[in-house]
């Protein structure tokens, strides 16, 4: 993506509502040219309702939708030259691969050989083989119908991709191949693409930029460290990834301020460490470990509190329950917000 990519989306003060119900409040984006844009949060947020605001599906009660300077908020969906990929796939079963990735082509009324170049080609980048290309849909796995669904998408050349949870419906193992895989794709064709997800770890694998939604609000808009590293809100903070919420008695022990609520990411805490410059260093106690292989996940008392740490696995420092530790907390490693 290029440092000063100009703006291919640009949303400003959308207002969507559906009878008296206000879905989206004065939603304002931006996505450069291509960009992996993520639209996330939870069920009922209003980043799905923000996509297919995008795409045409849903009218805005007020506010623009601009993709490359041109404003498209009445244009019909047919003509927003946007590729888009549902949760569901919405191919058709009894169809051939061949005919679902062709469908597009021959509504634009291509040439029988322009449409048969375009099709075999496409197949080829999103690794679906000519005999695959004959099957009807239904005989294909959800990896490879979701390579069909993406290739439909592609096949028209459309500007924008839009992706609303297109790995949900696939087993875990499958969804981590495929999420690499849709990265590869994304940054081989190049192509600006919006991508709504409720997965956090998707979200931060794939993005650029992720926008965290909540209740019809952006709550934030930024890189996947900004997000993380520095959420701006409490929301953001708690739905990002796992955390500690530091409580009264070990907020007095690290001299925080009571008027705010004081939180710290899992990997942030130490164990057993050599004391660095400015840290608290607090006896604890194991209560309990999880064990991942690559990490380890304890659960330790301090100061009448259950702490969760991350500690890289060395294969050596394996610390079992009961067993006295100290705990070192480093307060610029907080993330503080105002109590409401």
């Known amino acids: 993506m290029a440092e000063q990519a100009a703006n291919m989306i640009e949303l400003k003060n959308i207002v969507v509502k559906f009878g008296d119900f206000e879905a989206l409040h004065n939603i304002n984006v931006d996505v450069k040219q291509g960009e992996f844009f993520t639209f996330l949060g939870p069920s009922g947020c209003g980043k799905t309702t923000t996509l297919r605001t995008i795409t045409g599906f849903i009218e805005p009660v007020s506010g623009t939708v601009n993709v490359n300077g041109k404003d498209i908020t009445h244009v019909p969906i047919e003509k927003r030259n946007i590729g888009i990929v549902f949760q569901s796939y919405a191919l058709f079963p009894t169809m051939t691969v061949y005919d679902n990735i062709a469908f597009g082509l021959k509504i634009q009324k291509l040439k029988k050989d322009e449409i048969d170049r375009k099709v075999r080609d496409i197949a080829r ?174 659960y330790i008392r301090v100061c009448g509190q259950i702490i969760k740490v991350i500690e890289r696995n060395d294969g050596i420092n394996i610390y079992d329950p009961g067993q006295q530790v100290s705990v070192g907390i480093h307060t610029r490693n907080l993330m503080s917000y105002p109590k409401q």
């Open 125 to 298: 980048k999103v690794d679906l083989t000519d005999e695959q290309l004959q099957k009807a849909v239904s005989q294909l796995s959800g990896g490879q119908q979701q390579r069909v669904a993406i290739a439909r998408a592609l096949v028209t050349g459309p500007a924008i991709i839009c992706m609303d949870e297109p790995l949900s419906n696939l087993d875990a193992k499958l969804r981590v191949q495929l999420r690499n895989e849709l990265k590869k794709m994304q940054r081989d064709f190049g192509i600006t693409t919006i991508y709504v997800t409720h997965d956090q770890e998707e979200a931060l694998t794939l993005s650029d930029r992720i926008a965290v939604f909540n209740k019809g609000y952006i709550e934030q808009i930024g890189t996947p460290n900004e997000v993380y590293n520095h959420s701006k809100t409490e929301f953001v903070c708690n739905f990002i990834g796992d955390i500690n919420r530091i409580e009264p008695e070990l907020c007095k022990k690290l001299n925080l301020d009571e008027n705010q609520n004081h939180f710290m990411r899992l990997e942030r805490i130490r164990v057993n460490r050599e004391a660095q410059e400015g840290e608290a260093v607090l006896p604890g106690e194991i209560e309990s470990r999880e064990y991942y292989g690559l990490y380890i996940k304890y």
